[in-house]
Every structure is written in structure tokens, then in C-alpha cells.
């Protein structure tokens, strides 16, 4: 299709942002650190190249619009996030920014009868302030003073961490979308290995499952590792381990359900100790929240009868409960029709990692593409995707553009 831009064109971008980072040799960038401004430099300088305003507001977002024909003309959002985790690849989040920006170089001038609102979000991953989506909870006006108040290791909050970068954080309200919203659709790396194993280059998102977090504890009794038999014991890490088992057994017997102990920890944690006490993190995700919240139940029910068989005490916390997001029907047809009409084949998933979809979804409809992630791998420095995958994405965010022109036109 004519006026496509050229997929390397985006990686070379995405390779380029990647070297703006706070720990030279890897990529690290969190939430208003130095080097987001250089990403803002970089994004912001091409945006104005293709015509756009932009300006950071104040939860540090990055937001750029493409006008329409009518000034009053309601508008689409794109993006993703421009933070990353410790020592990650180049393509979270950034490709869903990058890929936005290209699809507006890409109109080459033409006028569309809605507004282009690119979203650059400030963080999505949490790292700094154990908090994720920080950026598009300002969208929605959910970025609480709570959140404001919270602190990274160094002591600072969000709310100075936003003065310290230059801007206002009582001007929160200043953040948050207004006037007539058509959707919010998000390109992001799948970040595992489904399109992959099926030799698809996209895959469309139906939703984004929910998800329990539970930190667990095992408790027994400390003793000599040497003088204590083992038909006297009660070990708590013996006990956690047989409950990791069955945590696995259970995520395996229900279709789409993933459960994973992520973190164990053994107290006193000397080797020649009996662990008197095992602490495990839990979580839970799937698509249907019936579904995940009687696993949930199976899980801990399952730790208390492991408890009792070898007279050790259970007990459980829930940490958060993040219920499913469903995409808009509306939007995942015309994605479906795009994508088909490009000529890639049509394959529905769901997602089991967040996105900043998640939260404007409270208020919006969205919709998410998956482009395939080669290894399945995200969160390390091996990331990566394809390029004609990422040409792929780039036709078929172009027709989808089309389709919803001529619905509203």
C-alpha cells in the first residue's frame, strides 16, 4: 500500500531509543528518569516533522496529536510505554509508541474525519514506585494522592519525581482525556511464545485475563538438620514444595489458566537448618474470572490439606485481584477485517501480561495486535521481533485506519 513506512525505519527508532538509558551497557529507563527526556527529544522532534503537536503532561506522558479535517472531529488513541524493566530489550511498549507514530507519517498528509492521539505513557511497568501504570491511570483521572505519596528506594515520591522532571503534579487533572473518544488501540510484542509455535506474524487480543496475587507462608518448626529425624519433623519448605506441585497440576488441568510460585523464600535459610518457615509468592491468571477465582480457591485449599497432613500451619494473603478486560466487539472486527484484508492470516488470543489497555479500558473501548516475539523471549536484553512482522502491523494498522475512516467520514 502506498504510503506505508518502511518497518526498518521502526526498528532502527526502537534500537535508537534503547540506548537512552540510566545503566550504560543495558537498557533500564523508568519512570521520569533522565534519559526520558531523550526519548521525548527523539519522538517528539519526529512528530513535529509530520505536522503534530505534542507536549508532556503531567503524570510526564508523552501526547501528540494529528488534527483532522474538523476541528471538533472526536479522536482514536495509539501507544504503549516508554518505561522498561531493569536491563530490558529494545520493543516493550516502545514498538506500540514507534508503530503509532509511523502510521501517522504514513496518512502523508491526508486528513482523517477523526483526530490521531498518540500515547507515549510514562510508566506501565512499576519498577520505580512498586506501582504499574502510572501513566494511563492520569488518563482516566485514577492516579490517586495515595499513589502520589508512594516512594522509591530512594525516598522520592511520584509527586516530587513529577516536580523533579520539570512539571506540576497538582496539575494532575490536566492529564486526563476529554472530549469524544472512539478507542484506544495498542500494538505490543506478544511477550511469549504462542504466534510463534503457530507460525503467525499477528495475533488479535480479545482481552487481558485477570489475575490473584497471594503471598503465601508455611509454618513449622526450626531444628537441627542433623539430630532431628525425619519422621519428627516439620518442615515448612518441605511442605511449600509439595504445594508448588500442586499449584503446577492444577494451573495444567485447566485450559487457559497459568499458576505460577515465582518466589520462594526459607527461614532461617541455613543449610544445616530445617526451615521453620517457607514463604511463596502465588499468581494466578486467566481470561475468565470464574474461572481463575475458583483455581484460586483449589490452590489455597490445597495448601491447607498439605499443611495439615504434615501438621504444619497455612496461611495465605491476598496482594491484588485484577479482574479480565474484554476488547470492544467493535473494534476487534474491524481489526479482524484489517488484518484479513492485508493478507495475514486471523488469529484471536488473549493476553496474560498487563497493558495500559487494561486501564483504559475502564473507561474506553480498546483494542490490542500482538506481533510475534521470536523465542518467545520480553523483559531481557534478547528481545526482538521481525521485521516483516513489524511490516505486517504497519499494512494492517494502515486499512484499519481506512475502515474506520469510512465509517465516520
Not at 522532534?45 to 505534542?54: C, E, P, Q, Y
Not at 492520569?138 to 522532571?165: M, P, R, T, Y
Not at 513449622?220 to 514444595?241: I, Y
Not at 490439606?305 to 472486527?333: K, N, P, Y
Amino acid at each position: 500500500m502506498a504510503g506505508i513506512v518502511d518497518a526498518n525505519k521502526v526498528l532502527e527508532c526502537c534500537q535508537a531509543i534503547s540506548k537512552f538509558t540510566e545503566e550504560p551497557g543495558r537498557t533500564t529507563r523508568t519512570f521520569l528518569s533522565p534519559p526520558m527526556t531523550q526519548v521525548h527529544d527523539l519522538l517528539r522532534a519526529w512528530m513535529r516533522r509530520l505536522g503534530m503537536s505534542s507536549w508532556i503532561d503531567p503524570a510526564g506522558n508523552l501526547r501528540g496529536i494529528y488534527s483532522a479535517l474538523d476541528a471538533d472531529s472526536p479522536r482514536l488513541l495509539i501507544g504503549s510505554h516508554l518505561d522498561t524493566v531493569p536491563s530490558a530489550g529494545p520493543y516493550d511498549g516502545v514498538l506500540g509508541v514507534v508503530l503509532a507514530i509511523a502510521l501517522v507519517e504514513g496518512l502523508d498528509g491526508r486528513r482523517l474525519p477523526f483526530a490521531l492521539e498518540v500515547l507515549g505513557f510514562s510508566d506501565e511497568e512499576g519498577v520505580r514506585f512498586g506501582a504499574p501504570f502510572l501513566g494511563s491511570k492520569a488518563l482516566i483521572g485514577s492516579l490517586s494522592h495515595e499513589l502520589l505519596e508512594k516512594k522509591d528506594a530512594a525516598g522520592i515520591s511520584v509527586a516530587q519525581a513529577i516536580k523533579n522532571f520539570g512539571l506540576d503534579p497538582r496539575a494532575m487533572d490536566a492529564a486526563a482525556l476529554r472530549g469524544e473518544i472512539l478507542g484506544y488501540l495498542e500494538f505490543h510484542i506478544e511477550q511469549g511464545p504462542v504466534l510463534e509455535h503457530l507460525h503467525l506474524p499477528l495475533g488479535i487480543v480479545d482481552g487481558i485475563g485477570g489475575q490473584t496475587r497471594i503471598n503465601a507462608i508455611f509454618r513449622g518448626s526450626a531444628n537441627h538438620a542433623g539430630t532431628t529425624p525425619m519422621n519428627l519433623r516439620r518442615d515448612a519448605l518441605a511442605g511449600a514444595a509439595a504445594w508448588i506441585l500442586e499449584v503446577e497440576r492444577i494451573g495444567r488441568s485447566v485450559p487457559g489458566l497459568v499458576a505460577t510460585v515465582g518466589n520462594l523464600r526459607a527461614l532461617p535459610g541455613a543449610s544445616n537448618v530445617i526451615a521453620g518457615e517457607a514463604h511463596a509468592s502465588l499468581d494466578v491468571r486467566h481470561i475468565d474470572d470464574a474461572h481463575r477465582q475458583q483455581s484460586v480457591k483449589r490452590i489455597l485449599a490445597a495448601g491447607q490439606r498439605i499443611a495439615c497432613d504434615r501438621h504444619l500451619e497455612f496461611s495465605a494473603e491476598t496482594v491484588s485481584e485484577r479482574a479480565a478486560v474484554r476488547c470492544d466487539s467493535g473494534l476487534l472486527a474491524e481489526l479482524e477485517k484489517a488484518v484479513g484484508s492485508a493478507g495475514f492470516p486471523v488469529h484471536h488470543m488473549s493476553s496474560g501480561a498487563g497493558h495500559d489497555a487494561m486501564i483504559l479500558a475502564e473507561k474506553y473501548p480498546v483494542a490490542m495486535l500482538f506481533l510475534r516475539s521470536p523465542g518467545g523471549i520480553s523483559h531481557h536484553p534478547d528481545e526482538s521481533v521481525l521485521c516483516e512482522d513489524v511490516q505486517a502491523a504497519l499494512e494492517s494498522g494502515q486499512r484499519f485506519l481506512d475502515q474506520l475512516a469510512a465509517l465516520h467520514g
